[in-house]
């Protein structure tokens, strides 16, 4: 493929017929997509290798690796590859998705991002990485709402509403911002407050009076709101509209935040508050999801929706919220835009409802799941709340603020309707009807997890001989340690979690000896420290740590393939219900790995 996909450029046939290579690609590779690199040396993966790959891939150092296995075009081998080992790589290659942005020129039908003055306000309390998103990301939305000719923006999983600011205050859009944990709002509606006052203070300076300020002085409406994929059109809209009349109320108000309360910030994190504080977003919370779920309620008889058209918007929407924002746009005659950038797609509902039956079908007969177990049914460990008794919306990407929440992701907190029975009924892979009608479409949590690894990114690393990757190999040596003393630690996601944070506490780790290194780990899992083991396995296999390296990215070639497959039936999905869409990387995928753009018009 070459440049970004264009549903108006390629035929039906052309794009079913793509997908159905990236599928047929994907699952003769199941082996290796199934394959976690922390059991390399516990399963010897290296073994699943054909023998001829082994030979030629031996002992490779990480710059090595990066040249002859990742680069686009091997340049130089210490032999001559098998063509089996070429054929996977240029396949590999040939199926992936270019990942880098467009040209300058072709850039340009999506305006310029120059904001002058206003650079300082939307940048409060935003990471480098946030900042090059929704610059790029605004900047689109912007130019895709004037060639729709609307003015309203709905941005979903906005989180402490960095992206809906810029949009409301840079470029003078009306913004409703949706999001699911109340304390994020009540941050971000402390931040519009910032920005209100700072170009009011600007506005005064050079003598403008404040009551002529205009309609970039007029801050995102916010409301409270979570969303699963069962929700329908006009759910959606009770919330929306109902969100506008209440901000309308609030701003008659001398409280222009509305029922968001003022809290205080740590200025390093912005997501830090003292127990008072979260005691008033919790209420804040409540009182908003009240208001939500009547207004839901009694949409049809309390509430006449409005016919303002809007774009849908959403960056970095996480699981189920992607393919739940598209349904929407598809079946919502207001919706005449999408701007959205997925990422996360193997906590998607139907990921780990695959992956639990592919679990149950490999028990003995009279064998069942133990409980709490990786798949369990009853266990829901994770970060995000749910609000009974109705969920609206699936949980958003949490922002570089928020990497706590990432971390205690656990796949059993993907909590939906299809929990309960077991069948996802509206997943969010496959979406369209000609991607499901083909013979292996159910891929699981594996595959989808390696779809969301950060190719560029790694790459880099290989090219520069990071010190730190040594730790890959620490790591998997540890593996065999734990499972010796605690199997039952590696089979839940919470003891996974528990694993990462305890080897996240070690520091400089690359730097002490792998013995030092395991007794500090087994320490913090309150596992008792074998010396003599961590040395046997320091000298048996830490020095194969290459080829863990080497494996690793012969697998991680797969990634941006079974992310391709995962977008173009979302592709195919839209033009399945005759909406044409286009695939765009707007981000350095350096620096933001998930760099798809999917933009869609009605006609």
């Given at each position: 493929?070459?440049?970004?996909?264009?549903?108006?450029?390629?035929?039906?046939?052309?794009?079913?017929?793509?997908?159905?290579?990236?599928?047929?690609?994907?699952?003769?590779?199941?082996?290796?997509?199934?394959?976690?690199?922390?059991?390399?040396?516990?399963?010897?993966?290296?073994?699943?290798?054909?023998?001829?790959?082994?030979?030629?891939?031996?002992?490779?150092?990480?710059?090595?690796?990066?040249?002859?296995?990742?680069?686009?075009?091997?340049?130089?081998?210490?032999?001559?590859?098998?063509?089996?080992?070429?054929?996977?790589?240029?396949?590999?290659?040939?199926?992936?998705?270019?990942?880098?942005?467009?040209?300058?020129?072709?850039?340009?039908?999506?305006?310029?991002?120059?904001?002058?003055?206003?650079?300082?306000?939307?940048?409060?309390?935003?990471?480098?990485?946030?900042?090059?998103?929704?610059?790029?990301?605004?900047?689109?939305?912007?130019?895709?709402?004037?060639?729709?000719?609307?003015?309203?923006?709905?941005?979903?999983?906005?989180?402490?509403?960095?992206?809906?600011?810029?949009?409301?205050?840079?470029?003078?859009?009306?913004?409703?911002?949706?999001?699911?944990?109340?304390?994020?709002?009540?941050?971000?509606?402390?931040?519009?407050?910032?920005?209100?006052?700072?170009?009011?203070?600007?506005?005064?300076?050079?003598?403008?009076?404040?009551?002529?300020?205009?309609?970039?002085?007029?801050?995102?409406?916010?409301?409270?709101?979570?969303?699963?994929?069962?929700?329908?059109?006009?759910?959606?809209?009770?919330?929306?509209?109902?969100?506008?009349?209440?901000?309308?109320?609030?701003?008659?108000?001398?409280?222009?935040?509305?029922?968001?309360?003022?809290?205080?910030?740590?200025?390093?994190?912005?997501?830090?508050?003292?127990?008072?504080?979260?005691?008033?977003?919790?209420?804040?919370?409540?009182?908003?999801?009240?208001?939500?779920?009547?207004?839901?309620?009694?949409?049809?008889?309390?509430?006449?929706?409005?016919?303002?058209?809007?774009?849908?918007?959403?960056?970095?929407?996480?699981?189920?919220?992607?393919?739940?924002?598209?349904?929407?746009?598809?079946?919502?005659?207001?919706?005449?835009?999408?701007?959205?950038?997925?990422?996360?797609?193997?906590?998607?509902?139907?990921?780990?409802?695959?992956?639990?039956?592919?679990?149950?079908?490999?028990?003995?007969?009279?064998?069942?799941?133990?409980?709490?177990?990786?798949?369990?049914?009853?266990?829901?460990?994770?970060?995000?709340?749910?609000?009974?008794?109705?969920?609206?919306?699936?949980?958003?990407?949490?922002?570089?603020?928020?990497?706590?929440?990432?971390?205690e992701f656990d796949a059993e907190s993907v909590d939906s309707p299809s929990n309960s029975g077991g069948v996802c009924s509206k997943p969010g892979f496959p979406m369209s009807k000609w991607v499901k009608g083909q013979k292996g479409c159910d891929v699981d949590f594996e595959p989808l997890e390696l779809g969301c690894h950060s190719f560029d990114v790694y790459h880099n690393r290989l090219k520069e001989n990071d010190p730190n990757?040594?730790?890959?190999?620490?790591?998997?040596?540890?593996?065999?340690?734990?499972?010796?003393?605690?199997?039952?630690?590696?089979?839940?996601?919470?003891?996974?979690?528990?694993?990462?944070?305890?080897?996240?506490?070690?520091?400089?780790?690359?730097?002490?000896?792998?013995?030092?290194?395991?007794?500090?780990?087994?320490?913090?899992?309150?596992?008792?420290?074998?010396?003599?083991?961590?040395?046997?396995?320091?000298?048996?296999?830490?020095?194969?740590?290459?080829?863990?390296?080497?494996?690793?990215?012969?697998?991680?070639?797969?990634?941006?393939?079974?992310?391709?497959?995962?977008?173009?039936?979302?592709?195919?999905?839209?033009?399945?219900?005759?909406?044409?869409?286009?695939?765009?990387?707007?981000?350095?995928?350096?620096?933001?790995?998930?760099?798809?753009?999917?933009?869609?018009?009605?006609?």
């Amino acid at each position: 493929m070459s440049g970004y996909m264009d549903t108006t450029r390629i035929p039906n046939q052309q794009l079913q017929e793509y997908a159905r290579q990236l599928l047929v690609f994907i699952n003769e590779y199941e082996w290796l997509t199934h394959a976690y690199v922390v059991e390399f040396f516990k399963k010897n993966h290296w073994s699943n290798l054909p023998v001829k790959w082994q030979q030629c891939l031996l002992g490779l150092t990480p710059p090595e690796i990066a040249e002859s296995v990742m680069d686009d075009v091997t340049t130089k081998t210490r032999c001559v590859w098998p063509l089996s080992l070429l054929a996977y790589k240029a396949t590999a290659k040939a199926l992936s998705i270019p990942r880098y942005p467009l040209p300058e020129e072709e850039q340009e039908q999506f305006g310029n991002s120059d904001m002058g003055d206003l650079t300082y306000c939307y940048r409060l309390h935003v990471k480098p990485k946030k900042r090059h998103e929704i610059d790029n990301l605004a900047r689109v939305i912007n130019s895709t709402c004037s060639e729709t000719g609307t003015r309203r923006v709905v941005d979903v999983g906005s989180g402490q509403g960095h992206l809906s600011r810029l949009l409301s205050f840079g470029y003078g859009l009306s913004v409703t911002s949706i999001e699911a944990v109340g304390c994020h709002i009540t941050g971000a509606a402390k931040f519009d407050r910032k920005v209100q006052e700072f170009i009011e203070k600007k506005k005064r300076k050079i003598g403008e009076p404040s009551d002529t300020l205009g309609s970039h002085t007029v801050p995102p409406e916010h409301v409270v709101c979570t969303v699963n994929p069962q929700i329908t059109v006009e759910e959606f809209l009770s919330v929306i509209n109902t969100s506008c009349k209440q901000n309308e109320m609030d701003n008659t108000t001398s409280n222009p935040g509305g029922e968001c309360k003022d809290v205080k910030m740590d200025a390093a994190s912005s997501n830090k508050l003292t127990d008072e504080e979260q005691s008033s977003c919790s209420k804040s919370t409540v009182s908003n999801l009240q208001r939500d779920k009547m207004s839901c309620d009694g949409a049809s008889s309390k509430l006449k929706l409005e016919d303002s058209s809007f774009l849908l918007a959403g960056l970095h929407t996480c699981a189920d919220l992607g393919p739940t924002m598209l349904r929407v746009f598809a079946q919502c005659q207001s919706a005449h835009a999408l701007a959205s950038v997925p990422c996360c797609y193997m906590k998607m509902t139907c990921a780990v409802e695959n992956s639990k039956a592919k679990c149950k079908a490999q028990l003995e007969p009279g064998d069942s799941l133990q409980t709490g177990g990786l798949f369990a049914d009853d266990v829901n460990i994770g970060k995000f709340e749910s609000y009974p008794p109705r969920k609206l919306f699936a949980t958003n990407e949490p922002s570089a603020g928020d990497a706590k929440a990432d971390r205690e992701f656990d796949a059993e907190s993907v909590d939906s309707p299809s929990n309960s029975g077991g069948v996802c009924s509206k997943p969010g892979f496959p979406m369209s009807k000609w991607v499901k009608g083909q013979k292996g479409c159910d891929v699981d949590f594996e595959p989808l997890e390696l779809g969301c690894h950060s190719f560029d990114v790694y790459h880099n690393r290989l090219k520069e001989n990071d010190p730190n990757l040594i730790i890959q190999g620490y790591r998997a040596l540890l593996e065999i340690l734990i499972q010796k003393q605690c199997p039952s630690l590696i089979q839940k996601h919470a003891g996974l979690r528990l694993i990462k944070r305890a080897l996240g506490k070690i520091k400089k780790g690359h730097e002490i000896p792998f013995e030092d290194y395991a007794a500090a780990a087994l320490k913090k899992l309150n596992l008792e420290d074998d010396h003599e083991a961590s040395c046997e396995l320091r000298d048996s296999l830490l020095p194969q740590w290459c080829n863990l390296i080497t494996f690793n990215c012969v697998r991680q070639l797969l990634g941006p393939v079974v992310e391709a497959l995962v977008l173009v039936d979302r592709m195919l999905f839209l033009l399945e219900q005759g909406i044409d869409s286009r695939l765009v990387p707007i981000f350095d995928p350096r620096v933001s790995p998930r760099n798809f753009v999917l933009l869609a018009t009605k006609r």
